[in-house]
């Protein structure tokens, strides 16, 4: 029953922006390093960032000084500001939750389309 959906996919021109949304339902993201992946066609779903319980984050090179993690655990979401988008960030991107303490509890969400064109 636990549920992560991700709001905020669009069509965007390169250049623009999009922030991106994951509202957790019966879960506490307290417990949860929370993560961004993307997969586009063709490819491997690759860790575009990270952040934990905490505050670190943790950032894919090809996105670094372009997109920031964020989130609120009281508010049990985590967000992804997408800022100088390019074509090459098109993708489905996904939300993903993983328990800090037990190994291999870890969730899902169905993924929104990102798509950065002219």
């Known amino acids: 029953q636990v549920q992560l959906v991700e709001y905020g996919g669009d069509e965007v021109q390169p250049g623009g922006s999009l922030r991106l949304s994951c509202v957790g339902s019966r879960i506490s993201f307290r417990f949860y390093v929370m993560g961004w992946y993307r997969q586009a066609p063709g490819k491997q779903r690759e860790l575009v960032a990270s952040?934990?319980?905490?505050?670190?984050?943790n950032y894919a090179d090809s996105v670094k000084g372009r997109f920031t993690i964020s989130r609120d655990s009281a508010e049990n979401t985590a967000y992804l500001q997408m800022n100088s988008l390019k074509p090459e960030d098109t993708a489905v991107y996904y939300c993903?939750?993983?328990?800090?303490?037990?190994?291999?509890?870890?969730?899902w969400g169905q993924g929104t389309q990102v798509t950065v064109s002219s």
């Open positions: 993903k939750a993983d328990h800090v303490q037990i190994t291999g509890l870890s969730y």
């Open positions: 952040i934990t319980t905490t505050g670190t984050t």
